[in-house]
């Protein structure tokens, strides 16, 4: 008698066991799928980041000639904000293509198909209307076949003048120190005049055969380059 009770004992806590670590497991499975969801989703996301990251770099990038910047420890100023690029590529469907200016400047100028640029994503990419301004310069100077002459063609988005560095050249921005000498602060050129981690302090120290400009010297107003009126 009392061994049958205590085999229902046994029995009845067994299955209440088993019973619970049912109930357990299902309710671990169903915070993992949560789990799992979530954590797909911000795959997704991530994946989603890097493709618009990818595409945009290939518009905004710099071309393989493009000019490097020397800055001294005390510059704090950047005399351009945006180097072009002719790479861009791929182009895209005409009827997707934007056709004017959210900025008020009209009609984009039309780009040859040979170039292979991806229109779309070159006028959309744009946030500003320096930005825009800065695209249409770098067009017109490639139909006039002149955008060769330069390393660099860069915007100043504080004064809005397209600053053009020519081969050859060094765009510098200077300084006045403690003893009234003019200091450089920011100096920028193509590679093969500027290495990486060259730092010149002094006009004097930049050799005779590189020619040095200032941004007051090769600044260009955009809106009468492209003969636009500011809107």
């Not at 293509?97 to 959210?102: A, L």
């Not at 040979?114 to 301004?133: A, M, P």
């Not at 000498?181 to 500027?194: N, T």
């Amino acid at each position: 008698m009392i061994k049958s009770i205590y085999t229902r004992w046994i029995l009845g806590g067994t299955a209440l066991l088993i019973i619970i670590a049912g109930g357990c497991y299902l309710w671990y499975q169903h915070s993992l799928t949560d789990e799992r969801k979530a954590a797909s989703d911000a795959q997704k996301l991530l994946r989603q980041s890097e493709i618009e990251k990818s595409e945009k770099s290939k518009v905004a990038e710099q071309a393989a000639g493009a000019p490097v910047e020397s800055t001294t420890p005390t510059a704090e100023k950047s005399i351009t904000n945006e180097v072009t690029n002719d790479d861009e590529v791929a182009a895209t469907a005409e009827e997707d293509i934007p056709k004017e200016s959210p900025f008020g400047l009209g009609p984009y100028p039309e780009i040859p198909k040979e170039w292979g640029w991806n229109v779309k994503f070159l006028w959309e990419s744009r946030e500003t209307i320096e930005d825009e301004l800065l695209k249409r310069v770098t067009i017109k100077m490639r139909k006039e076949g002149t955008r060769s002459k330069y390393s660099s063609v860069g915007i100043n988005h504080g004064t809005g003048l397209i600053t053009p560095i020519e081969y050859g050249s060094i765009l510098v921005e200077y300084e006045t120190d403690e003893n009234g000498e003019q200091r450089i602060v920011k100096a920028k050129g193509h590679p093969s005049l500027l290495p990486p981690g060259t730092i010149y302090r002094y006009a004097h120290e930049i050799p005779s055969h590189i020619k040095i400009v200032t941004a007051e010297e090769i600044a260009i107003d955009p809106y009468e380059y492209l003969g636009l009126q500011k809107p």
